[in-house]
């Protein structure tokens, strides 16, 4: 069959959403299908055609062909983008240097292999995206249930990022203002920085704040990444610089060699299996510094038209995997050996070993907060577009009249219910225990299982999908060892 140009037109006039949070493209009409099998999926595309894949920003057309180096920086910038990697140090503790880090490079390679299963997946039909795909494969229920996942990890996300602005602006007040009169943030927070009538005027700021973003059509959020990835690489540098002197300190001031509670934990794991369940914690972090396939499926299009596309998508996954492995080992080993003994929650809050003002740090704390605001309305843009398909499948009009009140309930929605829970560790165990896994692991084995065509009982679907949902379960009791303690506290 082919598709005549009233057929094309008509499809033009429909809107596609290409990628959960990114933006909405009108298909591509050079897709030529024609086949000799009335049951036939092959596709014939022109290579010489222009092809559209979203850029990751605001809605744009775009001749864009993707590149290996475009999309390790795009799996890079996504995986680094939520700051998880400075929050290592005290699940570091727990685990072990060298199991911290040996858990870092299995996740990494969980997430090869979760994203290699969804391409092969995609290669069976045209569509695009993770909803068409979902769709599919799974049925309407699932994409739904998928779009119910996507909402609540970018929620979440938005409250992360609001209740993570709070104490780095505190911690920035209180060295520039305070620093003589109290000596820990602890008690200049139970003092003064967390009464509310400093918490509520905040939190209300930086939701008008993340607000009025949304509406600036000439800030695109490809620019707003590659700012974040330089000002992380940044702090990253500092900390190299900084980190033998760090070290040097607590060897001679803390260290001591008849008390073994001094002792840095190189690799015993058994601290991990406590009460406290650090050990599915841990990993729930490490599931969240991973979540890029949102992003992968308008990328595979793309590669699909190019010379041997299963070798390209392969070496561009490899490469910004292991980028984003290589730079959290680093932020891993830095952020833990500038304190043994009593790791900060993040690396960025750490003490300066002289009492005195950092005021490099005090710089990259406030250009996160800057980070932090701005990528806000990322995570509000993929909430909005799973809303619409959830709710508003056939009510784009509607929708259009209600975006302006849609985005002020979200946006100061999230400000305000940061207000009463802003411990922002306890954001990333429910990210990446309650969403991620299902998002990134169990969604694209099951996609992959129904493109094979083989019953599910066959050993290699059957054994991919008892491991998809192995870690499911290490995110749940991850989630769930975190909100009992929420609760406790």
């Known amino acids: 069959m082919s598709i005549n140009n009233d057929s094309a037109r008509n499809q033009n006039e429909k809107l596609t959403i290409v990628a959960p949070g990114f933006h909405t493209i009108e298909p591509d009409t050079r897709l030529n299908r024609e086949s000799t099998q009335p049951n036939s999926n092959e596709i014939k ?45 005290q699940k570091t503790k727990s685990f072990g240097l060298v199991w911290m880090i040996i858990f870092c490079i299995l996740v990494a390679i969980t997430n ?32 739904r249930f998928l779009n119910v996942f996507i909402i609540g990890y970018a929620f979440l996300y938005m409250m992360y990022l609001v209740a993570l602005t709070f104490p780095i602006t505190g911690r920035i007040v209180k060295i520039l203002l305070y620093n003589k009169q109290y000596q820990s943030y602890d008690t200049f927070y139970k ?34 990444g590659i700012f974040r990835i330089i000002t992380i690489i940044f702090c990253i540098l500092i900390l190299i610089i900084q980190t033998p002197s760090y070290y040097n300190y607590y060897k001679s001031n803390i260290y001591n060699e008849k008390d073994e509670t001094t002792y840095p934990n190189w690799s015993n794991l058994g601290n991990a299996f406590t009460t406290k369940m650090e050990f599915f914690k841990g990993l729930c972090i490490l599931f969240v510094s991973y979540t890029c396939m949102s992003v992968m499926f308008p990328i595979f299009e793309g590669f ?33 050996l500038m304190n043994p003994y009593s790791p900060e929650e993040l690396i960025i809050f750490r003490k300066n070993k002289n009492s005195g003002k950092d005021i490099v740090m005090l710089i990259i704390n406030f250009i996160l907060i800057i980070c932090a605001v701005f990528t806000v309305s990322r995570y509000y843009l993929m909430l909005k577009i799973n809303f619409k398909i959830l709710f508003f499948s056939n009510k784009e009009k509607l929708l259009e009249k209600l975006n302006n009140l849609f985005t002020f309930i979200f946006c100061f929605g999230s400000a305000l219910a940061s207000v009463h829970f802003n411990h922002f560790l306890s954001y990333l165990s429910y990210i990446g225990g309650f969403f991620s896994v299902f998002i990134s692991f169990l969604f694209p084995v099951l996609l992959y299982v129904k493109s094979t065509g083989k019953d599910i009982k066959y050993w290699n679907n059957l054994s991919q999908i008892i491991f998809a949902i192995i870690l499911c379960v290490i995110g749940i009791i991850g989630g769930i060892s975190t909100f009992v303690d929420d609760i406790r506290n």
């Open 45 to 89: 595309i022109d290579p010489k055609a222009p092809i559209t894949i979203p850029n990751i920003g605001v809605p744009v057309k775009s001749t864009y062909r993707p590149t290996i180096l475009g999309t390790c920086f795009i799996i890079t910038h996504v995986s680094l983008g939520n700051f998880a990697i400075f929050s290592y140090a």
């Open 112 to 143: 090869y292999w979760a994203i290699m299963r969804s391409f092969a997946a995609s290669t069976k039909i045209k569509d695009m995206n993770y909803f068409q795909i979902t769709e599919h494969f799974l049925g309407k229920k699932a994409r």
């Open 191 to 224: 003092e003064k920085w967390g009464r509310g009538f400093i918490k509520y005027p905040f939190f209300i700021t930086i939701g008008f704040c993340s607000y009025v973003i949304n509406y600036f059509k000439f800030i695109r959020l490809k620019t707003i």
């Open 304 to 336: 699909k038209i190019q010379f041997n596309p299963w070798k390209n998508v392969r070496i561009s996954v490899i490469l910004g995997l292991s980028s984003t492995t290589a730079i959290t080992i680093i932020s891993i080993i830095c952020s833990y």
